[in-house]
Structures are given as structure tokens and as C-alpha cells.
């Protein structure tokens, strides 16, 4: 007779099922501390990684790195729009200063090798995502952030991005200023469905 064996339940997975996007906005310092940083960025490499590229490159923007980074993104604005007045400028400016902590997300990618970029580029996006949990978990708030920085060649090449690498994003953390409610999440049901042969 077989045996059952006893699974975890949801309990193991509370945490998963609890983590939702926090603002920049709303949170302060600390950041992560050393030990919990080398945790984190563990967790990041435990991503799925076919072929065994390891396309992950993670830039940490802190302390008062922070300020000049708000010079790169102040500069590259000015870049992409001649036109962009003193607020739009400061406010670039200002952008790092929001969070204590920044994880720029990058792609070391291997154009020449068999596994497509877009899996490369995706393993990223899965080590990113566990960079979000073991934040959660360890009590911070995250968010993950693009817009235009997250694409601007000038921005990416004063974090040490150039081609083929791509910058293709930015989680920035703190601890909460307040606990936040989480948000609804979608009906299951609106993007789950049982395969049953050709449409």
C-alpha cells in the first residue's frame, strides 16, 4: 500500500503569497545590512539558468553613491530631452535619494551562444524576482522599476552596462515607513486554464 506523504501546506508559502510591490516612496532606512544582502543576492542566484550562462550582474547604488547616481540620471535626461525644465531635472536628480537601496538588474548576455537571448534576458528576470521574495521575507519593501532610465544607454554604460549587456531595470528597497495593506490580487480563474487539445 502506498503511503501518503505529508506536503507542505500554506503556511510554507505565506510569504509568496503575501508579497506585493511597495513604492519608493514608502520606505526609509535601513536597507538590508550586509549579512542580509549576501542572503539576498544567494537567493538571485538560484535562478534557472539554461546552459549554465549565469547572465546575472546586479550593480547595489547606495550611501552616497546615491547622489551621483542622481547626476548620471539628471545628465541623461538632459540628453534624451534638450528641453526638460529645472523640476523635471531635479527631480531625476532626487530619484536614487528615495530609497536606500537600489539593485540595478542587468544582463550579461552571450549573443553567440545557443541558448536565445530572451532566455538569458528572462533568467534575469527570475533572479530578480527572488531578490523581491527574500526582501519580503527578510521585512523590506520593494519595488521593481523601469522607465527610461532603465533603458538609456547612458545610464546603463556609467553602471558598467555595454553592449552586449543590457540594463533592464532597478528593485529599489527600504523598510516600510508604515505597514502597508496589501493590494486585491486578479481572479485565478482569468488567466488559468486546462489545455485540452488544438483551438
Do not use: C
Not at 502506498?2 to 532606512?29: E, K, M, N
Not at 533568467?123 to 538609456?152: E, K, R
Not at 552596462?161 to 481572479?187: E, N, S, V, W, Y
Amino acid at each position: 500500500m502506498q503511503q501518503s506523504v505529508a506536503r507542505p501546506g500554506r503556511t510554507l508559502l505565506a510569504p509568496l503569497l503575501s508579497r506585493f510591490s511597495i513604492s519608493p516612496l514608502a520606505v526609509t532606512d535601513p536597507a538590508p545590512d550586509e549579512a542580509e544582502l549576501d542572503l539576498i543576492l544567494d537567493a538571485a542566484l538560484r535562478a534557472p539558468d539554461h546552459g549554465k550562462i549565469r547572465p546575472w550582474s546586479f550593480v547595489l547604488i547606495r550611501r552616497e553613491a546615491r547622489r551621483r547616481f542622481g547626476e548620471v540620471l539628471a545628465k541623461a535626461l538632459l540628453a534624451r530631452d534638450p528641453g526638460a525644465s529645472e523640476m523635471m531635472i531635479e527631480r531625476e536628480r532626487n530619484r536614487p535619494l528615495l530609497a536606500p537601496l537600489t539593485i540595478a538588474l542587468g544582463t550579461r548576455l552571450n549573443p553567440i551562444h545557443k541558448v536565445p537571448e530572451i532566455e538569458q534576458t528572462l533568467s534575469v528576470g527570475a533572479a530578480a524576482m527572488n531578490i523581491l521574495n527574500a526582501l519580503h521575507m527578510l521585512g523590506y519593501g520593494a519595488m521593481w522599476v523601469t522607465g527610461a532610465n532603465a533603458y538609456d544607454p547612458n545610464v546603463a554604460a556609467a553602471l558598467g552596462f555595454r553592449a552586449p549587456d543590457r540594463l533592464i531595470g532597478f528593485i529599489m528597497t527600504g523598510t516600510p515607513k508604515d505597514p502597508p495593506a496589501p493590494p486585491a490580487r486578479p481572479d485565478r480563474g482569468d488567466h488559468v486554464r486546462d489545455w485540452q487539445g488544438p483551438v
